[in-house]
């Protein structure tokens, strides 16, 4: 608070708290204490008490007025029915809210229970027995960015679950990269054989030459961190661009983010170097100086079962990107039960006020235009939303909550909905002021089946009890007015008056008709600009969280089977320079090149085939999980687990066979010269 008391800023109606920004905006450099800014729409004026800093970047909302909701009628309702606020809490420090939550099923009882018996004619208890759920819960603030599942957060957030996902590829990432480090070193652990022979000669200790290897290995983890920082802060717009997000990076202003990359280049030197420091330090210096030093069976061991974690890792992270993929693909293709092409919404047609029906026949009466729908609720972005309790055929005991679209005879056809039954609202026959169209879903739920055409369906019109009686006219087949993420649930549509349009275009001309319409929006000279959305592009944006992450998943699979290739490749340089003498004598007693290039690869494709073979449940189990969040998904299919088998092979070949190829070729007169 920048000005003004915010314990009684906004105790009285008609007050509001502006942000410094709007401050500047609306009254310059004069104090804006005091003054008076006037809201058209509500034909309302408020009085400014107070001046607020900018909400900060991390908060769940951010918005610039905050006004006095003293006085607005609808704060005033007694109705426990209706959620109309956001409502906050501030506990005493310490006390768990969960105790307050444990109390609340009281409170709904006691408050909530008589108002549905006034409305309904059922207790609490009858209401809660069919299926129905209503209460109150609460959730911690800082659980809303990433942990909410409620329907109308204020600002969209992000997903623990992926959050989880990324920070596992990373850590697999960095633990590839330890791998690497462990099984280039003991795999070149002769050329510094001699070394530690005569270190030990001259009289140091194991312990002195554990912390020599150990330093080596966390003044290299450090260069890489710094050039790591670099790198980060380089593209960090870039990633902010393609997540959407808007991360800083800045060592200076976060001495938190300071330390722990301190801490985590010092785990990660240690982590990488402990064991090449306990093997290097554990040579006997008799032995390597006379020149007898051969890599044990344990180190090689480990060598081959890293090498296995490293691929088997690639192939999950393989299945697991064409899986995603597969499923944005499922979701961009699937048949939705509406045609999304060619239609324009514009959702701000209610500031015309009575002249929004004016508008609406204007548009109709263009040649560009196809058809047009006066509604604000949608199958595909942001959407009106109602919630219905109704019962079939008279009887009560079978009330059902469910969703409920005001729509207008022009509706179903804009859309391209097919009727599964029945006909369409007709404008003409007064009787369909009290019909209804429900979903396949809805016949199902109610028990009818097939046969819903004539039957009725009794909705409570307010919370006082009043209620409508409506005759099934017809039966839309069922299409997807949520994400696929959700099932079709039961959908009631009712001949009501609603604002917004969607308009079906005639023409290719799109850009053309958004002009035309954009003249005759500005002929009523409305307060407000024309605005206007793709129906198709506001179903792309409901899944926008999921390609994002594919994209950035994809990434990751390719940075890791990166660094996972660096790694076989430095590998299999030292085993060719190992086996060079054993090449050379193979040559000699006739063995082809292409034996020879086959020799050397085959034990790594083996260990390839054992990550492969481990690779694929894991993967599995992995996908399935992820795809269980989906209410309509692909199926997995084998052959995307051969695909990720084939890929990875053909990837570690094509990094081995490089060494292979050259070891074969290589004049076996140069390997046994010396001998």
């Not at 800014?37 to 001046?51: E, I, M, P, R, Y």
């Not at 200790?205 to 966390?218: A, D, H, I, N």
Request: hydrophobic residues 45%; aromatic residues 12%; glycine residues 8%.
């Amino acid at each position: 608070m920048l000005e003004g008391n915010p314990q009684t800023a906004l105790a009285e109606p008609n007050t509001v708290v502006i942000s410094r920004k709007m401050a500047d905006l609306y009254f310059e450099k004069e104090d804006p204490i005091g003054k008076v800014l006037n809201f058209k729409d509500w034909n309302q004026s408020f009085k400014v008490t107070g001046v607020i800093d900018k909400v900060p970047e991390n908060s769940h909302f951010h918005f610039d007025l905050f006004g006095s909701m003293t006085g607005f009628e609808e704060a005033r309702k007694p109705s426990w029915m209706q959620s109309e606020f956001y409502t906050y809490l501030v506990l005493r420090k310490g006390f768990d809210y969960k105790e307050l939550e444990a109390k609340l099923p009281e409170v709904v009882k006691k408050y909530m229970g008589p108002q549905i018996y006034n409305a309904m004619g059922v207790t609490l208890d009858q209401f809660l027995s069919k299926g129905n759920k209503i209460g109150l819960f609460l959730q911690p603030l800082t659980d809303i960015h990433l942990h909410s599942d409620v329907n109308f957060d204020l600002e969209p957030g992000g997903d623990i679950r992926y959050v989880y996902i990324f920070g596992a590829v990373a850590l697999f990432m960095l633990i590839i990269a330890c791998i690497n480090f462990i099984n280039l070193t003991t795999a070149s652990a002769a050329k510094r054989a001699g070394e530690v022979g005569i270190r030990k000669v001259v009289g140091s200790f194991k312990s002195q030459l554990m912390g020599q290897f150990l330093t080596e290995s966390v003044l290299l983890t450090f260069i890489a961190l710094s050039g790591a920082a670099a790198l980060v802060k380089t593209a960090l717009p870039s990633f902010n661009q393609l997540a959407g997000k808007n991360l800083s990076f800045s060592l200076r202003t976060d001495p938190l983010l300071f330390l722990g990359l301190l801490a985590l280049g010092l785990t990660v030197g240690l982590v990488a170097g402990i064991y090449p420091a306990f093997f290097l330090s554990s040579f006997k210096p008799v032995t390597v100086l006379k020149g007898k030093f051969m890599g044990n069976n344990k180190s090689a061991g480990l060598r081959n079962g890293l090498v296995v974690f490293q691929f088997f890792i690639s192939t999950v992270m393989i299945v697991g990107t064409v899986v995603v993929y597969r499923q944005l693909s499922y979701i961009q293709h699937k048949k939705l039960g509406y045609n999304t092409d060619q239609l324009l919404v514009l959702p701000d047609t209610w500031m015309l006020g009575q002249q929004e029906d004016v508008f609406r026949k204007q548009i109709m009466n263009d040649p560009l235009v196809l058809n047009v729908t006066a509604s604000g609720y949608r199958p595909a972005g942001y959407s009106d939303s109602n919630n219905s309790l109704a019962f079939p055929d008279g009887n009560e005991s079978e009330l059902m909550r469910t969703l409920e679209y005001h729509v207008d005879d022009q509706y179903i056809p804009t859309y391209g909905m097919e009727m599964a039954a029945g006909r369409n609202f007709s404008k003409d026959l007064p009787s369909d002021s009290t019909a209804i169209i429900i979903n396949e879903a809805a016949a199902k739920a109610f028990g009818w089946g097939n046969e819903a055409l004539g039957h009725t369906i009794t909705r409570f019109k307010d919370n006082n009890g009043k209620k409508v009686v409506y005759q099934v006219i017809g039966v839309v087949a069922d299409f997807h007015f949520k994400s696929l993420h959700e099932p079709i649930t039961p959908l009631l549509m009712v001949l009501e008056e609603s604002s917004g349009l969607t308009i079906k275009a005639r023409t290719s001309d799109i850009s053309g008709l958004i002009t035309r319409l954009k003249e005759k929006w500005n002929t009523f000279k409305p307060d407000e600009p024309f605005n206007y959305d793709f129906v198709d592009e506001l179903l792309r944006q409901t899944y926008l969280k999921e390609q994002t992450s594919g994209q950035i998943l994809s990434y990751f699979s390719l940075l890791t089977i990166f660094v996972s290739c660096l790694g076989l490749f430095g590998l299999a340089t030292f085993t060719a320079e190992q086996r060079k003498k054993e090449i050379g004598v193979r040559k000699v007693l006739g063995a082809s090149e292409n034996q020879i290039a086959w020799l050397l690869s085959r034990d790594f494709m083996k260990l390839v085939l054992i990550a492969c073979v481990l690779a694929i449940p894991v993967a599995f189990w992995i996908m399935s999980k992820w795809l269980q969040d989906f209410a309509y998904r692909t199926e997995m299919d084998w052959w995307i687990f051969a695909v990720a088998c084939l890929g990875t092979g053909l990837i570690a070949l094509a990094t081995v066979s490089y060494h292979a190829i050259m070891s074969a070729l290589m004049n076996p007169v140069n390997s046994l010269k010396t001998e």
